[in-house]
T-cell receptor, first 111, second 114 residues
Framework: GESVGLHLPTLSVQEGDNSIINCAYS??????FIWYKQESGKGPQFIID?????DKRQGQRVTVLLNKTVKHLSLQIAATQPGDSAVYFC??????????FGTGTQLKVEL | DAGVIQSPRHEVTEMGQEVTLRCKPI?????LFWYRQTMMRGLELLIY????????DSGMPEDRFSAKMPNASFSTLKIQPSEPRDSAVYFC????????????FGSGTRLTVV
């Protein structure tokens, strides 16, 4: 089966700094990857996605990088703000429109 | 768009009782997913439906769990009888598969079995 994991359960950054959250996966057949943000008491919220035919995709203050060679995915958040404090999950598509989620990284933004 | 709507938001029940969780997906979405989230196991897929048909229920823990989707706008997840280890947050999500798989999650039901 596939596994998805995050490198750090917790990441603390200063407000205004850039954040990098990393994710490793094992299923080389996956062709679609998503980052979700989950705030306390809420469901996961879509942030950004990327397909396997790309290695970089940018959104508003967020960038996702995909390295298929080493099966590594990262989420970069520019100028981190207090509102970015949440748990971040990577997820990958494992066939049949089914997503497998990683274990999550708690991002803490220090003022 | 009201998003994915789940009810109830919180449920406290006694061990042995039946629990029914409800979900209304986004109108037009043709896939629906039930997930369970705990600190120990993270987000686990329990079951998912495409066009109201159950496709994969391999994540359903045991026979005490059952899910139905009688129509495109409603799904239920039932636990009977409930046990303390079923305590978790249960999320429903929906998607339109042809638009790239990104799910929209509901706010979840926090279930506590005492």
């Amino acid at each position: 089966g596939e596994s998805v994991g995050l490198h750090l359960p917790t990441l603390s950054v200063q407000e205004g700094d850039n954040s990098i959250i990393n994710c490793a996966y094992s299923n080389s057949a996956s062709d679609y990857f998503i980052w979700y943000k989950q705030e306390s008491g809420k469901g996961p919220q879509f942030i950004i996605d990327i397909r396997s035919n790309m290695d970089k995709r940018q959104g508003q203050r967020v960038t996702v990088l995909l390295n298929k060679t080493v099966k590594h995915l990262s989420l970069q958040i520019a100028a981190t703000q207090p509102g970015d404090s949440a748990v971040y999950f990577c997820a990958l598509e494992g066939g049949g429109n089914k997503l497998t989620f990683g274990t999550g990284t708690q991002l803490k933004v220090e003022l | 768009d009201a998003g994915v709507i789940q009810s109830p938001r919180h449920e406290v029940t006694e061990m042995g009782q039946e629990v029914t969780l409800r979900c209304k997906p986004i109108s037009g979405h043709n896939s629906l997913f039930w997930y369970r989230q705990t600190m120990m196991r993270g987000l686990e897929l329990l079951i998912y439906f495409n066009n109201n048909v159950p496709i994969d229920d391999s994540g359903m823990p045991e026979d005490r769990f059952s899910a139905k989707m009688p129509n495109a706008s409603f799904s239920t997840l039932k636990i009977q009888p409930s046990e303390p280890r079923d305590s978790a947050v249960y999320f429903c999500a929906s998607s339109l598969a042809s638009l790239g798989y990104g799910y929209t999650f509901g706010s979840g039901t926090r279930l506590t079995v005492v």
